[in-house]
């Protein structure tokens, strides 16, 4: 949206001076762009005495046109199509309906950038009965989407009805979900995967294993199907069953990760460590991986203005929280600036924090292991599986069809090597005992199962029995599982050297907090005091390293202290979740009125109508939980009549009938 304005000087001068023209533009997502009168609603509200004119552009991602609306103050409103070489020409009903579901899926997949609004397009259940009437004219010329729902650049337009079901099942909005896309299977039957995404969701795997059941039969070939029915065998706690399947379709689909992700999951219930750990090794991943450290992790300086700003006006209150930050208040005192520049130098090292999407993931895993089996059982493993390439091999290992050669990396004698000069390199105000790292022994022959007894339906349709596992197969997988190449990638190796340095740093942690109460025991001094000297990005950054290796109760405390030194947007968020799911919806309540009382107070204007759309996500899986009289007596009690617009989004869940409103 563009908006010219005659803009005049400052002071006396304005007096004297001719007004000069300025332009003024933002991004906007969710504006209700049906029709027209939509946009002239919109525009409405920029037309005041400076300004001349105003410019709103919607691209049409169906039709591939711009649909430009002008408006001259005083004066009349055109709109027109423009089209990638300049030409002008009329715009149809059909291009409205294209850019009116254009919007809603930018409001889906909205991102931080300047100059951006954030609108809500449905404040009333209505409003996706309307949206769902026009959106599902465009059902057959979408695809359906199975990977990662992130990659917008990649599906585009496909990602319509993944994003809808996602906003629908994070809110709770059952009844919803299940009336609009039971509507939409109708159509086209691949919309059966988002009702088992919302019988999962209602924990009812066997529901979800059922819905799907006959499609199967009659779509075979359609994997994912296959890959919801896992799922569902995974969440009854049939991992086994869950696994055989995940097998068949990491084989026919060997660069799908949510494949590759979910066997991983069930080989670590099953307690199969080593074979885990030979698929972290072997899954392919979406995005590039950085293995240089980030300068600073702490985002600063979010405030461009020193007066106050409106919250709508401000896309770093309205995106869900992703990137630490951090604003001391005045007051601070008590800080050691010496100590804190050490320890946020050493943190902000850690490769760990520059983990994204799938990487993270594989990330988790790995700690998930290291947390059951203790570092130690962990690298007696490692140096087990991951054995040197014989020269024996060297033939047999260039017909191997991995994808990337840049994957493979150095043997398990390499990583024995390259952790021993890690255990020199110590934190240099927190000695730390490393690990001693065994030398690489020669590997046994890795026990596999030869026969895989799935469903019989899946053994008659999909492929035979002998192709997977065989002793004459030539699938990728089963040349990955072998013994004699298991060779160690780059990733995997960065995955555990950033493992080995945040365990040493949790150790220092640690380590730290024993000396202070130690000194405490012996000086008496306050608790508070010695405890939290630091500033308050390093404990944001402490935070973030205790979550990232599943310490959920170091990250609450280390969140504590952030915020009772500062501002943290993230920090708070983090404290709200973690709460959320340790069942305490009082603590998630009181950590959405601070949140809202410290930006009143100090950062900008609160003028928002209701929540930003993650804070109504907590509140809906707040109410799944606990039920909705119980968090409106609650809020009742936490004196939350101080901020209207939150009673009133805790009353639009039963409005919107979220689970747990009835």
Not at 173 to 191: N, T
Not at 386 to 400: C, I, L, R, V
């Amino acid at each position: 949206c563009y908006v010219l304005k005659e803009v005049f000087g400052k002071g006396f001068s304005k007096l004297f001076s001719k007004p000069r023209l300025k332009g003024f533009y933002h991004f906007v997502f969710g504006a209700d762009t049906s029709s027209m009168g939509g946009v002239a609603t919109y525009l409405m509200q920029f037309v005041e005495q400076p300004t001349k004119r105003c410019c709103f552009c919607i691209y049409d991602l169906f039709s591939k046109y711009d649909v430009v609306v002008e408006l001259e103050v005083p004066g009349t409103m055109k709109c027109y199509l423009r089209t990638s070489s300049g030409q002008q020409i009329q715009a149809g009903n059909v291009h409205w309906e294209g850019a009116y579901v254009s919007s809603v899926l930018r409001f889906f997949y909205s991102c931080k950038v300047p100059g951006a609004r954030i609108l809500e397009p449905f404040t009333r259940p209505q409003n996706f009965a309307d949206f769902f009437r026009v959106a599902h004219k465009y059902w057959d010329r979408l695809g359906l989407v199975i990977g990662n729902t992130k990659d917008t650049v990649r599906y585009g337009e496909n990602l319509l009805f993944p994003a809808i079901s996602k906003y629908l099942l994070k809110r709770k909005r059952f009844d919803l979900h299940k009336f609009l896309f039971e509507k939409l299977a109708k159509y086209d039957v691949s919309a059966l995967i988002y009702l088992s995404d919302l019988a999962l969701n209602m924990n009812k795997p066997e529901v979800a294993i059922n819905i799907l059941k006959g499609q199967i039969q009659q779509n075979p070939y359609v994997f994912s199907f296959h890959y919801k029915k896992a799922q569902g065998l995974y969440k009854k706690g049939k991992y086994r069953e869950s696994k055989k399947i995940c097998q068949y379709l990491v084989e026919l689909n060997f660069e799908v990760f949510e494949y590759w992700d979910l066997l991983i999951n069930c080989h670590m219930k099953l307690k199969n460590y080593e074979t885990a750990l030979l698929c972290i090794n072997s899954c392919p991943v979406d995005e590039l991986l950085e293995a240089e450290s980030i300068s600073n992790y702490i985002q600063e300086g979010w405030v461009s203005s020193p007066s106050k700003i409106c919250v709508s006006s401000n896309p770093y209150f309205l995106e869900t929280p992703k990137e630490m930050d951090f604003k001391p208040f005045t007051d601070q005192k008590n800080v050691k600036k010496a100590r804190s520049s050490e320890h946020r130098s050493y943190l902000n090292k850690l490769v760990g924090y520059s983990f994204k999407n799938s990487t993270r993931k594989l990330y988790k895993n790995l700690v998930l292991i290291e947390k059951s089996i203790e570092w130690e059982s962990l690298l007696e493993i490692i140096t087990k599986v991951f054995t040197k390439k014989t020269e024996t091999s060297q033939e047999t290992t260039q017909n191997m069809e991995i994808q990337s050669e840049g994957n493979i990396g150095e043997s398990s004698g390499g990583l024995a090597r390259n952790l021993a000069r890690h255990r020199n390199a110590i934190y240099s105000f927190g000695q730390s005992e490393a690990p001693e790292v065994a030398e690489p022994l020669e590997a046994n022959s890795a026990s596999h199962d030869e026969v895989l007894d799935g469903d019989r339906y899946l053994e008659a349709t999909l492929t035979p029995r002998k192709y997977f596992f065989g002793s004459k197969s030539s699938n990728r997988l089963s040349r990955l599982m072998n013994p004699n190449f298991k060779i160690q990638s780059g990733l995997f190796k960065t995955l555990l050297n950033s493992l080995y340095m945040d365990l040493k740093a949790l150790y220092v942690w640690q380590k730290e907090a024993v000396d202070w109460e130690n000194e405490l025991k012996k000086g008496g001094k306050n608790v508070m005091e010695e405890k939290s000297p630091l500033a308050g990005d390093v404990w944001v950054l402490r935070g973030a390293l205790a979550e990232r290796m599943q310490r959920m109760r170091l990250a609450e405390r280390a969140y504590r202290y952030a915020v009772d030194k500062g501002f943290s947007y993230y920090a708070w968020f983090r404290l709200s979740k973690l709460y959320l799911n340790s069942g305490n919806p009082k603590a998630v309540l009181v950590c959405l009125i601070e949140i809202i009382k410290q930006v009143d107070e100090e950062m900008a204007v609160w003028d928002l109508n209701g929540l930003p759309p993650w804070m109504q996500e907590i509140l809906s899986q707040l109410c799944s939980t606990c039920g909705f009289k119980h968090i409106h007596s609650l809020a009742i009690e936490l004196n939350a009549h101080r901020f209207p617009f939150l009673l009133k989004e805790i009353e639009n869940l039963d409005t919107w009938k979220s689970d747990g409103a009835k």
